[in-house]
């Protein structure tokens, strides 16, 4: 593979998954983890994604005051926060993870809706001040600079004592047999404790990151009660799931 294909390569991966791992990357393209370094350093002088220890993240996953355009189909994922608004109601209790899907349902949230919120990520509780008649609750604990997300035992902890009726539960891939996944461990600890503090866990993903596989499991597919994507419900790439007893918007 040519350096300009590895390039955009790497740069498609990013904008999907919002981060990829050196030693991935590397892998799948079957060049070096020194190769990879230098294309990706080349990305971030570009200012086309941030570099990160050991990888890169999308420019939109990095910062949340990134203008739109710079997240990556934005379109996509506005459709499926608004199906995703569509399941709310006021006097609901709901739990958002990180993600720039998530950040977007947060941004689109009629300010009307009277909700209760409770959100690990920094990005989202600040978007979510802008709305009057929802009432933020921060979950707290030890950072991830990359993500901007709470993580670790007191995060974990205090999910333990909440049972939300809604979580959107934002995910890297997922696929029917192995589940949903991520590359970082403590954020599927995170997101373990996220599903245990939920009545309803709903995947918002843009239909890309279907049928991919990350390291680290989640959960198996049959824990989520709906998958909200870009596609109507009956397009055949969402037969598999559809036929995995997910309710599909």
Known sequence: MLKEERKQFILNEVRIHNRVLLTDIAELVKV????????IKELHDEKKLKKVHGGAISLGFYNYNTPGKKVYSIEKKSHIARKAIRLLK??????????????????LLPPGLSVTCFTPSLSIANE?????????ILIGGKLSKNS????GGTAINMLSDIKVDICFLGTNSIDVGHGLTEFDWEIVEMKKAMIRASKKVVSPSI?????????????DIEDIDILITELEPDNEV????????????
């Not at 901007?148 to 993580?151: F, G, N």
């Not at 049928?211 to 959960?219: G, L, S």
């Open 32 to 39: 070096s983890v020194d190769t990879v370094r230098r294309d």
């Open 90 to 107: 006021s006097g609901q209790v709901i739990l958002l993870s990180g993600g720039t899907t998530n950040l977007e349902l947060a941004r």
């Open 128 to 136: 979510l001040l802008t709305k009057q008649n929802t009432e933020v």
């Open 148 to 151: 901007r997300i709470a993580v």
């Open 207 to 219: 239909s890309e990151k279907l049928n991919t596989i990350q390291r680290y499991k989640i959960c």
């Open 238 to 249: 969402l037969e598999r799931f559809g036929n995995s007893n997910i309710v599909l918007l």
